[in-house]
């Protein structure tokens, strides 16, 4: 018998540090290879890290909620010598697919061509609750992720199993406002706090100063840590603020016919699997419309001479996702390829699974340009602030029915606003305003994208 030591991997190109978010086992477990062994937060992603080890847990060196440097060790394994893949070595298995719950496959843990398979356990089979309710276990989860109650959840799946779709279209189609309450404010609504024992200078006498370190009420104020993907997002926010000159134009369009061809889509054999939205409409738009105006897909790269203009002549298309881990913005590689149905499973599986906290870091690099959906909160417009690497993205609101001139007469018709936000160093007014007219286009006329 042995004890080894393992150590927080790189999980994902530059990782420096993760959080401990839940341990799957504990001391005295007994454990098989690729069995998982503790969920981590990295900056962009929720990853699962499966065992490297068969044998008995020994010691958790880290606690929940622990940041912890790679490299450091996080768990110890008593393992037989003879079984164990030895000091330095990472014994390759089967990942766990997505039906069983896995999450991103890890680098350094090998899929191809592994000894052992990830034995799918008892715990991950459809279990049946006390209400009667068929589902497994991360489809638990996402429901409360969620706030979907699975009673009121209507099944698809085979012996009448909850699926991830039936979850994730029941939860889109009850208002985005369902989970938001207003706080009640606190009961005590003045207190007087101790003064120190003298007065600083300033001070006019009679009021009382609190020392600068201690927190005036632990009922009325709130510290939340910065880190994962807050910390992230607060980074490359603050980053491309103060260092791409923002500009954003915007327009008013009568999006009807879009809502008319996503109605027929809806009810088409062809995407019967398909959950289908005006999202895949602006999708498309915004493929066809970079074609024509290239540079909203290019990027400003400094140089150790200057800088120079990347113009990428494919479309890496980003999708700003409002997840419960906080803004996760994956993205759809080649999409100038896909066909409008590949192009909707692509979309549906990048909501989902960012949906899930699944989103591995790849998913999240090398973005050409992004959208964000505004409209699921109920807001019409916005100025969106783009994404580090790109120089261009697209905001889509909500879609209404509004009274609107057409032929001379005022109708009620379905209005949206687009709005984009560019980086000017890029990107003229001329080539931001052609481009968002393309795409108003587009969602006014989808018949367009027939070319």
């Known amino acids: 018998m042995s004890t080894q030591n393992f150590n927080l991997p790189d999980v994902g190109e530059g990782l420096t540090e993760a959080e401990i978010v839940a341990w799957k086992v504990a001391p005295g477990d007994t454990v098989a290879i690729n069995d998982v062994i503790c969920e981590i937060e990295t900056a962009k992603s929720l990853v699962e890290l499966p065992s490297p080890h068969a044998g008995v847990v020994g010691e958790l060196l880290a606690a929940e909620g622990a940041t912890v440097e790679v490299g450091s060790p996080i768990i110890t394994f008593v393992t037989d010598a003879r079984d164990d893949a030895g000091p330095g070595k990472i014994a390759t298995a089967e990942a766990p697919s997505p039906e069983e719950g896995g999450g991103s496959v890890l680098v350094g843990y090998g899929t191809g061509g592994g000894a052992t398979s990830r034995r799918k356990r008892p715990a991950e089979r459809p279990v049946r609750s006390s209400v009667g309710v068929i589902a497994k276990p991360p489809i638990r989860k996402l429901a409360r992720d969620l706030g979907v109650d699975l009673t009121t959840v209507t099944p698809t799946g085979a012996d009448g199993e909850v699926t991830r779709d039936d979850v994730v279209t029941h939860a889109s189609q009850a208002s985005v406002f369902r989970n938001i309450e207003t706080p009640e404010w606190g009961a005590v609504r003045e207190e007087t706090v101790p003064a120190p024992q003298s007065t600083p200078a300033g ?107 990347s113009v990428r002549h494919y479309v890496n298309l980003g999708i700003a996702a409002a997840t419960p881990r906080g803004l996760l913005v994956p993205n759809i590689k080649d999409a100038q390829d896909l066909s409008m149905k590949d192009l909707a499973r692509a979309l549906n599986r990048l909501t989902l699974t960012a949906r899930e906290g699944k989103t591995s870091p790849a998913d999240q690099q090398g973005g050409t340009i992004t959208i964000t959906n505004i409209g699921v909160f109920g807001m019409d417009a916005g100025t969106p602030i783009i994404n580090p690497g790109e ?43 052609r481009f968002i007219a393309d795409v108003a286009s587009v969602l006014e006329e989808p018949a367009l994208l027939v070319e």
Do not use: C
């Open 203 to 309: 001070l006019a006498r009679g009021v009382s100063a609190a020392p600068a370190s201690a927190p005036v009420s632990d009922d009325r104020t709130e510290s939340i840590p910065v880190k994962g993907v807050r910390k992230a997002t607060s980074s490359a926010m603050v980053q491309s603020a103060y260092s791409a000159p923002h500009v954003t134009v915007w327009k008013e369009i009568d999006a009807s016919r879009t809502m008319e061809l996503v109605k027929r889509l809806k009810a088409s054999p062809d995407y019967a699997d398909i959950r289908v939205s005006p999202l895949l409409i602006m999708a498309r738009a915004v493929i066809w419309a970079a074609r024509r105006t290239p540079m909203v897909n290019a990027a400003w790269i400094e140089t150790e001479g200057g800088a120079e203009i």
């Open 391 to 433: 120089a261009g993205i697209v905001a889509m609101g909500t879609i209404s029915q509004k009274p609107w001139v057409v032929d001379g007469e005022v109708r009620p018709r379905w209005v949206t606003t687009v709005a984009g936000s560019f980086d000017h160093r890029v990107i003229d007014g001329d080539g931001m305003s």
